[in-house]
């Protein structure tokens, strides 16, 4: 069954950049997380938004979400 889905929209080395992001995306309203990925690069924490049952409802968030953050993020399904 589908958990859902969440916009993707980045990630960043430094936790300081996360937390900006973070608080700028719930100050708009969004519910916001970031995760830890180790990548081949060393350790990175992607940020997110969502998640949400309706994908059709974060593709009409994606404009405002590039307008206030500069980032185009991308939709993939939430892993819990």
């Known amino acids: 069954k589908d958990a859902g889905w969440v916009i993707q929209l980045g990630s960043f080395r430094h936790q300081k950049n996360v937390r900006e992001l973070l608080d700028k995306l719930e100050n708009a309203?969004?519910?916001a997380y970031s995760r830890p990925v180790d990548t081949s690069v060393g350790k990175l924490?992607?940020?997110?938004?969502?998640?949400?049952?309706?994908?059709?409802?974060?593709?009409?968030?994606?404009?405002h979400l590039k307008e206030l953050t500069g980032?185009?993020?991308?939709i993939t399904e939430f892993k819990v």
């Open 29 to 31: 309203g969004y519910r």
């Open 71 to 74: 980032l185009s993020g991308k």
């Open 45 to 63: 924490n992607k940020v997110f938004v969502g998640p949400d049952l309706r994908k059709e409802k974060l593709q009409q968030a994606l404009p």
